[in-house]
Nanobody, 125 residues
Framework: VQLQASGGGLVQAGGSLRLSCTAS????????MGWFRQAPGKEREFVAA????????NYADSVKVRFTISRDGGWNTVSLQMNSLQPEDTAVYYC???????????????????WGRGTLVTVSS
């Protein structure tokens, strides 16, 4: 079972990036998927999550309105569209899968069973 995150990079403040997380090794169609991030010197924090059935989403207050999480074709890919990026969004972004979140989503990282390697997002001022 692997989760592969991609799409990170360097962007100026106000710009946009789209992160993708592709799951392989099994079907994740019933798994909730989440994005977390960790900035240098800080703890990992919740960013956004979407339920296994795609019907529920949850966002951290700091990214609400600016970020959008979605499940793409085949349900094994989850995207995070990030708009109006700010320097404080600079972090390593991780995707994760929660096998119990078919309907509801969680912001608690301990609920997630699988984690991918992160992708670095750097926002310059």
């Amino acid at each position: 079972v692997q989760l592969q995150a991609s799409g990170g990079g360097l962007v100026q403040a106000g710009g946009s990036l789209r992160l993708s997380c592709t799951a392989s090794g099994r079907s994740f169609s019933n798994y909730g998927m989440g994005w977390f991030r960790q900035a240098p010197g800080k703890e990992r924090e919740f960013v956004a999550a979407i339920s296994g059935n795609g019907g529920n989403t949850n966002y951290a207050d700091s990214v609400k309105v600016r970020f959008t999480i979605s499940r793409d074709g085949g349900w094994n890919t989850v995207s995070l569209q990030m708009n109006s990026l700010q320097p404080e969004d600079t972090a390593v972004y991780y995707c994760a899968a929660d096998r119990t979140a078919k309907i509801y989503v969680s912001s608690d990282p301990d609920r997630y069973d699988y984690w991918g390697r992160g992708t670095l997002v750097t926002v310059s001022s």
